[in-house]
């Protein structure tokens, strides 16, 4: 006849630790959901940063106009520099207007850059792109989870380089871009060259994975919070089989 009470409290401790692992479990999942969303979104904001901050720099700084309207290596190859600053960047490229080469920064053990006609493939002239190449420099995605499956390749930037400038001007100097960019000029949309910029995925997943270890730890620390409450209700649901 004893053994009654103690079917009856294992049957509560059973449905006690159900509960609790059915929770852990849900707990989890949902902390998981929540890493890989927040991961994402912060890994198509950095992309996004790059890509405005090197539209912005072309659109805007007459230093950088005005060494791709004279086509000149040593006025390119500092300014080419200052892109490399962030970390996911690896290396810079200048190109004429035709697409010819014109000066490469940076690089070290990046794979050559592939052709201007490869990376601009499909974009018209005035238009900014980011192409993902495998080594057949076929295209591939872009986002997030081709990043993450796509081990140490890299990521081609392309945006032109507009002159402020009318065309019909000749022999400028660095002054008349500046003027231009006062707005006193009235501008033009004519492309002085191409500046290309090669990103590395691996640098981009390092620079999110911070965040996301933090979203997921602090997950995990407001689960264990709530065990204690959950198992204290679950014991108190489960008390009158115990009896």
Known sequence: TSTAPRRKRFAAVSIAS?????????????????????????????????????VVRTAFRPDLQFAFYKQNESLLQPLLEDFLAASMVIQAAAYSGIGDELVVSGGGAAKPMPPLSVVRRGLSVTDTGLAALNDEQKSGGTGFWATLVAGDSSLYLSTPVFSPIPPTRTTLGLTDFIVAQSGKEPGSRVVLGFLNLTIDRSALLRQVAPDATLMFAGGIMLLFLCMLPAFLYTRQLTAPMSR
């Open 18 to 54: 159900r509960i609790i692992i059915l929770f852990l479990s849900l707990g989890l999942f949902l902390t998981s959901i929540a890493t890989v969303y927040v991961t994402q979104k912060n890994y198509d904001t950095t992309l996004d940063d790059i890509v405005d901050e090197a």
